[in-house]
């Protein structure tokens, strides 16, 4: 692929990954693959918007080569450490010493301890600028979103945003832009990288955007380091990201998420499925072995709430189950409804221990935990229908 011209004088010159399928060390799956995205912005000085994992230089050189010379680069903008954006800047700095990197001041320790010292570094800060020669870059700093060092880049004369990890998607295609692709798919990838990666860090979210929205900048484009270009209304992904911050944005939708051992307590979820149902909601029931725990997360962000469910064994839930209350510790679906249910036999620890995650991810726990002894009989299982109704009227 060649280099795309996203704007006169900006282009795309990142790299395209379609064979990854775990990031973040295998905390993350990516079953489109993903970008790297790095942006040339050409005036009489010329900048390089982030840089791309380092397996990737050759291309993203090659990509740049067509434009103009690398070695004609004045400015390394470095928006965001992560290795997948910032792999191949130690390979642009070498080819052009006398550059100048860009980066906020938390930025510069974690460069140093990343690669090497010794480089030209020009630190940044919230409203600070650069003028390429009648074109002006200004740079808003965004700790934690989603690391402490990470900033905007905003295209003064382009209404062009720069925003690194923010707004993008995990998401590898040839087309470039958000407009030309499959939406269900674009909007999926969309969720699950928030509800993954941006979920416990809402509140910082949510102030970033409201301080961002007060500033009142005009933005044409929105163009992110992982995935496809906005360009056609490109505010929609930002109030889309304020909905899920504030937990505002629902689809009519219970998910049902267990593990079980000799089928006990997938009777039970699919009895709380047809009371869900009852009520109008939908009910989406997601076996956890054969499910994406990462998906289930995705699914949950918009969900009016979930029931989660296990068989008990030595005291515990099920290892299955287990990774998913790890996810939901971690990425605390703040407010999200929830309630647990399962079977056992001597013992029925499983829901104690689903209760506890529920809690540590500071989830809206609705009702009492569900429990069977053994194999539900009928009389149990026209409970669980009941339970599950009665959670569908109170989610909704």
Request: proline share 4%; with cysteine; net charge negative.
């Amino acid at each position: 692929m060649k280099p795309i011209e996203i704007m006169k004088d900006v282009y795309w010159v990142g790299a395209l990954d379609y064979n990854i399928r775990n990031f973040h060390g295998y905390s993350y799956t990516t079953h489109h693959g993903t970008t790297y995205n790095a942006y040339l912005i050409i005036s009489e000085r010329v900048a390089l918007v982030d840089s791309v994992m380092g397996l990737f230089t050759e291309e993203m050189l090659s990509r740049i080569s067509e434009v103009v010379d690398p070695t004609k680069i004045d400015y390394m903008i470095s928006n965001h450490t992560e290795m997948d954006h910032s792999g191949a800047t130690p390979e642009i700095l070498k080819m052009v010493p006398d550059a100048k990197l860009v980066c906020t001041s938390k930025a510069v320790n974690e460069l140093e301890k990343h690669y090497d010292d010794g480089w030209d570094i020009q630190t940044v800060k919230t409203g600070d600028e650069i003028d390429l020669g009648g074109k002006t870059l200004r740079f808003y700093e965004a700790p934690m979103l989603h690391w402490p060092e990470s900033m905007f880049t905003y295209y003064v004369e382009k209404q062009l945003l720069l925003p690194n990890d923010a707004f993008g998607q995990h998401y590898a295609t040839e087309q470039r832009f958000a407009d030309e692709v499959d939406q269900n798919v674009l909007w999926r990838e969309a969720e699950k990288y928030y509800a993954n990666i941006l979920w416990p860090l809402s509140r910082m979210v949510q102030k970033k955007i409201e301080e961002v929205v007060e500033l009142g900048l005009p933005i044409k484009m929105i163009a992110p380091s992982h995935g496809l270009i906005w360009r056609k209304d490109p505010l929609q992904i930002v109030t889309r990201y304020l909905e899920w911050a504030k937990g505002e944005r629902f689809q009519d939708k219970v998910i049902i998420t267990w593990d079980t051992m000799w089928q006990s307590t997938t009777k039970l979820a699919r009895a709380m499925a047809e009371g869900v149902q009852s009520e109008g909601l939908k009910p989406e029931l997601r076996l956890i072995p054969h499910s994406d725990r990462y998906d289930i997360m995705a699914d949950l962000l918009e969900a009016r709430g979930v029931l989660i469910g296990s068989s008990t064994m030595h005291n515990n839930v099920l290892p299955n189950v287990a990774s998913v209350l790890s996810d939901i510790e971690l990425l605390k679906p703040v407010g999200k409804k929830c309630a647990a249910f399962g079977s056992y036999g001597w013992g029925g620890g499983a829901v104690k221990k689903i209760q506890e995650s529920m809690e540590k991810g500071k989830m809206d726990i609705v009702m009492d935990p569900f429990t069977v002894k053994w194999v539900p009989n009928e009389e149990e299982l026209e409970q669980a229908f009941t339970f599950g109704k009665e959670f569908a009227r109170k989610v909704k």
